[in-house]
């Protein structure tokens, strides 16, 4: 009996004069997958002296165990684990706790968006005139992305949808028209320049209309010395009524107004004080970058290459939930980017789901299923940027290599930022240069630095 189970097993490992290398490969990956398990709870161990490892298993573990944690309540540091998926985990240490709380208040901006009334007072203040130059310039501009789509051949795509064009009409409509950037107020005694003083208390009437801070200047001309308050409006009604402001006013405003064009709109936070507005593009698929301040129209690079800003987060806000979309902005975070440290990544995570979950909630199955699918492309076009940063990376260590250099030669060069003084813009660190004023550097006669 021994005698045929071997030759049966011969013969089947011999067919027709091949090995089957199967056992012996199979033999192979287990200890390989045996090993790099070891060396993970080595690395985790070493990282975190003082608690315990995320696995536990000899060396003789098989490959087909599954790895037990021996404390559940303290999760292993990703850092030591840059492997392994990251795994959301609730924030528990002050600093998350802190993160948590600002994004989770971040997070209501937009939500004021679905309003119907003020919905209603958006579009009452673009004005039938100008929503009727608008929809005729999208018009056109469609008509034009359809023909040209038609020349380059019969079933080619227009670069932008009917739905874009009107967003990229209103854009131009809000910064050449609408909107009034404010770098000092003007004395509203003698309409002189001011001085900035520094900052005031916001008074009952400023609070009501969602003004957190004030900012408070003096008239310049000696024999007036007048003060002037600049409240800074988080209400977008109060905005709307004011029409200035700077980038935070801007961004705010102008997410309202796309919302209420038909645009399903993002409110996008970063961490070095900017924010700026996301629209979603059916034609695309895709989340595209829209700074109303300087007239921007999907150029997700213009603050790490045109401004030469440094960014650590950038965190989508919307009516569905949120994102971190800092990979769209930060394409290369050893140069482009600054330390992450408000939370460890898991918790962000973590954070970002909770909001999801909890704007998602009320949503039929259809429609969080769509919302899924969104997401999973998203999350590969934010993967994908990684792989273009590394590329990128690796051609620049190959100087004979022509086409890379070619590519990098005919690139479109991206614009230091306009809007602002340019002593506003310096002491930012916004405009485009290495050196120069960097970040924190006070300028008596300028808005402060903190002011988007």
């Not at 990979?327 to 992450?340: E, F, I, S, T, W």
């Not at 792989?387 to 250099?405: G, H, N």
């Not at 990098?408 to 405009?431: C, F, H, I, N, V």
């Amino acid at each position: 009996m021994a005698d045929r189970k071997s030759s049966s097993r011969g013969a089947s490992r011999h067919h027709h004069g091949d090995f089957d290398a199967t056992d012996l490969t199979n033999r192979f990956e287990q200890l390989l997958s045996t090993k790099r398990l070891n060396d993970l709870a080595n690395q985790s161990r070493s990282s975190r002296s003082n608690s315990p490892s995320p696995f536990h298993h000899s060396s003789s573990q098989s490959y087909s165990s599954r790895p037990t944690s021996t404390n559940s309540s303290v999760p292993p540091s990703y850092s030591s684990l840059r492997n392994i998926p990251k795994i959301a985990t609730p924030p528990q240490d002050p600093s998350s706790l802190k993160f948590r709380n600002l994004l989770l208040t971040l997070s209501m901006t937009p939500l004021k968006y679905e309003n119907p009334g003020l919905l209603d007072e958006a579009l009452e203040a673009i004005g039938q005139d100008a929503l009727s130059r608008i929809y005729g310039e999208a018009e056109e501009e469609n008509e034009f992305l359809q023909a040209q789509a038609a020349s380059i051949g019969e079933n080619q795509r227009p670069e932008w949808g009917y739905q874009d064009c009107v967003i990229r009409a209103l854009l131009r409509w809000f910064k050449r028209s609408f909107m009034t950037w404010v770098d000092n107020p003007r004395c509203s005694v003698c309409t002189s320049p001011t001085i900035a003083v520094g900052m005031t208390p916001p008074t009952q009437d400023e609070k009501a209309r969602g003004a957190v801070r004030v900012e408070l200047y003096r008239c310049s001309t000696a024999e007036c010395q007048a003060f002037e308050r600049f409240p800074r409006y988080t209400d977008v009604w109060a905005i709307l009524q004011s029409r200035r402001g700077r980038c935070g006013e801007w961004a705010n405003c102008f997410s309202m107004l796309c919302r209420a064009v038909g645009g399903r709109v993002r409110w996008v936070w970063n961490k070095e004080d900017h924010v700026w507005t996301e629209v979603y593009s059916e034609q695309q698929k895709r989340w595209i970058h829209v700074d109303a301040c300087e007239e921007a129209w999907d150029t997700p690079r213009l603050y790490s290459e045109g401004w030469n800003k440094k960014m650590s987060y950038c965190i989508a806000f919307s009516i569905d939930g949120a994102t971190d979309v800092t990979r769209r902005y930060v394409r290369n975070p050893a140069d482009q980017g600054l330390d992450r440290n408000k939370a460890p990544e898991e918790v962000l995570l973590y954070i970002t789901n909770e909001i999801k979950k909890m704007r998602r909630e009320t949503l039929t199955k259809d429609e969080k299923r769509r919302l899924i699918r969104e997401d999973e492309r998203e999350d590969k076009e934010l993967r994908g940027y990684v792989v273009q940063a590394l590329t990128s990376e690796i051609e620049k260590m190959i100087p004979t290599s022509q086409s890379s250099s070619h590519a990098r030669s005919g690139e479109q060069k991206l614009p230091a930022r306009q809007t602002g003084a340019a002593a506003w813009r310096q002491a930012r660190g916004e405009t485009g240069h290495t050196n120069g004023p960097r970040p924190g550097e006070p300028g008596s006669d300028q808005p402060p630095r903190e002011g988007h």
